[in-house]
T-cell receptor, first 114, second 110 residues
Framework: NAGVTQTPKFRVLKTGQSMTLLCAQD?????MYWYRQDPGMGLRLIHY???????AKGEVPDGYNVSRLKKQNFLLGLESAAPSQTSVYFC?????????????FGDGTRLSIL | QQQVKQSPQSLIVQKGGISIINCAYE??????FPWYQQFPGKGPALLIA?????SEKKEGRFTISFNKSAKQFSLHIMDSQPGDSATYFC?????????FGKGTRLHILP
């Protein structure tokens, strides 16, 4: 039972390049989330999904797109990478939201934009 | 607008001491208040959580104190150990998502 798996673990991009981060969960969770973590800023929600085929914007959605074509996968795309998107990206999943519905996190993708 | 304010930003405590991290929230619709613990190179993991109809919850050395009228809650780590050195995030949840505080980096001196 792997939990939440993020691919890749590290990546270096040049400004303007595009890439997709993959998140996979094997817990049959309905909800999935993408966060970015920057020093002194905590975890900020980029986009989230409350079920297969659904997506919604979080706190910092600009410059990112997401897709949830399969229940177990949540993809985060950067169409034209910018240095401001250098960050550690975390994916999380949960059965639901609110009381007694903890989020389970992956170990992150460290992304550098040159 | 920062909906969950966390302090201090960093904390150093002697082994065996009590570590205290405080959080304040603004939105009275929040109905779930978890704390997450994060070790370097890892994702956050749920440590302990509380509902607003409870004033205190204890799990081992970890205790959440909740003050609904003041819209504040805190994490107390009793008998702090070097293995507790990590970053701690308070959070508040309503509907579909969780709002995290900015985190507290805790270091326990051996």
């Amino acid at each position: 039972n792997a939990g939440v798996t993020q691919t890749p673990k590290f990546r270096v991009l040049k400004t303007g390049q595009s890439m997709t981060l993959l998140c996979a969960q094997d817990m049959n969770h309905e909800y999935m989330y993408w966060y970015r973590q920057d020093p002194g800023m905590g975890l900020r929600l980029i986009h989230y999904s409350v079920g297969e085929g659904t997506t919604a914007k979080g706190e910092v959605p600009d410059g990112y797109n997401v897709s949830r074509l399969k229940k177990q996968n949540f993809l985060l795309g950067l169409e034209s990478a910018a240095p401001s998107q250098t960050s550690v990206y975390f994916c999380a999943s949960s059965y639901g939201a609110g009381v007694n519905q903890p989020q389970h996190f992956g170990d992150g993708t460290r992304l550098s934009i040159l | 607008q920062q909906q969950v304010k966390q302090s201090p930003q960093s904390l150093i405590v002697q082994k065996g001491g009590i570590s205290i991290i405080n959080c304040a929230y603004e939105n009275t619709a929040f109905d779930y208040f978890p704390w997450y613990q994060q070790f370097p190179g890892k994702g956050p993991a749920l440590l302990i959580a509380i509902r607003p109809d409870v004033s205190e919850k204890k799990e081992g050395r970890f205790t959440i104190s909740f003050n609904k009228s003041a819209k504040q809650f805190s994490l107390h780590i009793m008998d702090s150990q070097p293995g507790d050195s990590a970053t701690y995030f308070c959070a508040a949840s309503d509907n579909d998502k969780i709002i995290f505080g900015k985190g507290t980096r805790l270091h326990i001196l051996p």
